[in-house]
Each structure stands twice: as C-alpha cells, then as structure tokens.
C-alpha cells in the first residue's frame, strides 16, 4: 500500500527544517499509545503493524515531490535537498498484531535518528489507530456473536478506500469471518463472502427468476436476498424454487434478510422454509448492525445463521475515533516527558510486563522502565532494525487466531459489552521515580535537553 511521504502534516516537515538548521538529529524514542479507552470498550486490539513496516521500508521522497516542495515557497533549498536521501534506518519494537492492551501501554516503540522519527508521526498514528479501533469493535461483534458466521459489509460507506479495505483487514484480525470486499481477499487472503442486491432481483420479470439465474449461476454458493418486496412471499418462492431446482442437482444454501425487524422476519422465514422441508436453507441477516443490535438478536434465540456488518463497526459509529498519541520519550539519552494537565507521558523506553494466572487468565500488566526486569511475559517485540525487518511478520490468519487466542485469556467480566472493571496495569517504581526525576529537571528553570542542544552545531 504505496504512501508519499507527503501524507503527513505540515508541521513535521517544518519542524524538520528547524530541526537541519539546527544540527539536530540525534537517537530519539517515540512511542504510540492510547492515553484513555473510548466507554463501553473494556480493551483494544493492536492492529496495523504490517501496514506499519511496509509504510517504513518504502518512506523516500520522489523527485515530484522533492521538486514541488522547493516550488511551494515554505522551504529552504538546503533542507530540501536533504530530504533527497532521507530514508528510515530506525528500530521498531511492538505488540504482535491481535494483542489486547489498555490505557497507556505504549504498543509500538520507535528508535530513530530524530528527523526519521519525526516525520513518520502522522502515518504511524493514521494507520495504527484505525486498525486498532476497528479491530476491538470487530471483536466486541464476536465476542456478542461466538458461534455465528460474521462479514464484514462496510466498504461502500467507509470514510474512503484505504479506511474500507484496512477495516475489512481488521475486521478480520478482530475475529470476524471474512469479508465483501474483494480486494481484501486478494491482498490477504481474507475469506470472501457476497449474496446479491436488490437491483438483480428488480431487473427480472419475478423474483424467483431472478433467484433461479443466480442459482444456475452459483449452485454451490448461493443466498438468495429475499427482503425487495415481502420476505415471507418469497420465502414461499424460495420453497417451490427448491424443488424445480432440486431437478437439476442444485440445492438453495441461504436467504438473506436486510431490513425491517430482522428478528421477527428471521422467525416467519424459518418456519416457512421448514415447513417447506428445506431446515437446511440458513438464514442471513444484514442491515445497520453492530455489538449491540447482534446481541440482542442473539440472545433472543432468532434462527439467523450469521450476520453482515458494515458501517456501524467499519466507522466504529458510537466511537469513530481513539484518544491516542506518539510522544517523544528520550532525545539524546536524555529522558524526556510532557506534564500537559490531562495529557502526561511516562518517561524513557518501556515495556509491558503481562502476568496470567494458573488457568492461563490475565491477571494484569506492569508498564516499567526497558531495563527493568519485571515478572510477566513482555509484549513488545523486536520487528525492526536499521531500517529492516528481523522478524517475519505473521500471516494475517496467524495474527486472527492469536487475536482469538488471546480474546480468550480476558477476565470474563471483560468479554460483556458494557463497561466491566478496570484492568489492573500497575506502573513500575522506577518508572515513577524517572518521571519524578524528568520533573525537577524540567521545573528547574533549564531545557530538558538544553545542554546537548548548545553543543550541537548548525548544519
């Protein structure tokens, strides 16, 4: 997924003008976190690293884009001819993709020459927060829905191309089943799924001619949308098609219902179909759902087989956005941290300490100091160094089953859709006692970093 390196926001590049004039381009420590869940959402899932990697392995600036930066009248031509090579040579250390985390444990650490970390800001944030978001509403779907087959149906209203073909990924990372968009399938190998529209059965003279053409046409997968007129008049159809098509060694799979109330429709369909001796047809349903609308499907006993979700999980409709932040956490070796009210960072290089119980639950997470040795499982991975990867990232099916794996070791309270009690993630005593330190530096009247920054000669 090719990106400029002009899709980012004009204050990188201007800070990185200041930062070359300056001479600055020491190792910096950035790290990407989510500084409080949205309510209702008792975890998140990481999500996007793949998307990530590629993003750094091709970062380079086109002669186009060089060109034009020296025409737009913003830049100095020095700086911009500094940009001709620039590439990234930093480190990544992360969570696996599929793995739940919570408010402020960094999941994706960067290692970089200033300027490299810095212009990637905007990208990583785009992508990891998206994937991340759309990801644990996916999950939430599941975790309403265990044993019911889930697509994803969101494309045509996704906030753009990108964000509709990243969230048929996540959604799939999250734990759905697959998806209606193509692409997906081809670039991942996510299971694609598709029934047909109502303007397929509108441009035949009846509707079971137009479910006979499609049965002809798909005898080993076909779901017949039988909502474009009355649900129950088709379901009728559908049981005398069954036997004309029977004939001819065709068997009808499923119906789909997309509006109305899909429950008491699902319950009318069901009984007329097996009636009609076909217990076997299953029944789909779509139309403006998520969790919450699955749930109660769900729990209602509904004879629906499985559900396609679109625009309400692929915008994440109740909340479309993360509260979340790639802050600088050391600059020169010297740890650095923000005292904003409301938006304090923790100092210095971190890891997330993971501990689990006897029955292989997760009893809570420790945010410390890198160098700290602290009891758990660590979460953050090496994935990246020198601008390359050490690691082969998993498949994304690899990366769904740990994600699934990993849904599994919540405490239960966590799997209900409502808030449930806040997961225990205790922060390291040295990690405390850094942030103290960083304090009385930065509250002393001197610069965090002032005495490096005088000893560093222009460019």
Known sequence: MPTS???????????????????????????????????????LIAGGLEQVVEYLEELHFSSDELDWLADCGRFHQRFVGSLAGLHFTGGIDAMPEGTPFFADEPILRV??????????????VNLLQF??????????????APGSLLVDFGLRRAHGAEAGLLSARASYLGGFDGTATVEAGMRWGVPLFGTMAHSFVQTHASENAAFADFARSFPLANTLLIDTYDSEAAAHGVVALARQL???????????????????????????????????????ASGNL??????????????????????????????????????LQ????????????GKATWPGRKQVWRSYDSRGRMLGDRLGLL?????????????????????????????????????????????????????????????????EEVDRRTSAGGQALADAADNRAPA
């Open 5 to 43: 390196a002009l899709l980012t926001d004009l204050y990188q590049l201007t800070m990185l003008q200041a930062y070359y004039e300056r001479g600055m381009n020491e190792k910096a420590v950035f790290e990407f976190f989510v500084r409080r869940l949205p309510e209702q959402r008792n975890f």
């Open 111 to 124: 290692v970089a020459p200033l300027r490299e970390a810095q212009l990637i800001e905007t990208r990583l």
């Open 131 to 144: 994937q991340s978001m759309i990801a644990a509403k996916a999950a939430r779907v599941r975790l309403a």
């Open 246 to 284: 029977a004939a001819e060694g065709i068997a009808i799979q499923g119906v789909r219902i997309d509006s109305g109330n899909l429950g008491e429709q699902a319950r009318r369909v069901r009984a007329i179909l097996d009636a009609g001796g076909l217990s076997g047809v299953r029944i789909f």
């Open 290 to 327: 998520d969790e919450y609308a699955v749930q109660v499907l769900v729990a209602s006993g509904t004879p629906i087989y499985g559900f396609g979700v679109g625009t309400r999980m692929n915008t994440s409709a109740d909340h479309p956005y993360l509260d979340c932040a790639y802050k």
């Open 330 to 341: 050391e600059y020169a070796g010297v740890p650095c941290r923000k005292r904003s009210a």
């Open 371 to 435: 160098a700290e040795t602290c009891p758990g499982t660590p979460l953050l991975q090496p994935v990246m160094r020198g601008g390359r990867r050490v690691v082969q990232l998993p498949t994304l099916s690899a990366s769904r089953a740990h994600a699934q794996a990993q849904l599994l070791t919540l405490p239960p309270g966590m799997w209900h859709l409502g808030p449930a009690e806040l997961y225990p993630v205790e922060v390291s005593a040295a990690l405390r006692q850094l942030a």
